[in-house]
């Protein structure tokens, strides 16, 4: 993951399945903004007023959020 110019923060996924869960994953939050940007490629970004390094961890953390709750489902 890596900050972008415009204060998104680049998600790389690698497989067009997994992003458009995520990509479906990072639209029931209310407070998060995210956008296809290549092929396995989001740019997430998160409304309200971050730091670049708590914005970064968020996201992160979403992102772990989901992983954690595919993993359950995977079972």
């Known amino acids: 993951m890596r900050t972008t110019r415009e204060a998104g923060l ?3 996924v690698g497989d067009q399945e997994l992003l458009a869960a995520l990509l479906e994953y990072f ?3 209310a ?3 995210a956008v296809q940007v290549g092929e396995t ?5 998160l409304l309200g007023s971050y730091r670049n390094d708590v914005h970064a961890a968020t ?9 954690a709750d595919r993993a359950l489902f995977d079972d």
């Open 59 to 67: 996201v992160h953390r979403i992102v772990s959020d989901f992983r």
């Open 41 to 45: 490629e989001l740019d997430v970004a």
């Open 27 to 29: 639209e029931r939050h």
């Open 10 to 12: 680049r998600v790389h």
């Open 31 to 33: 407070d998060c903004i």
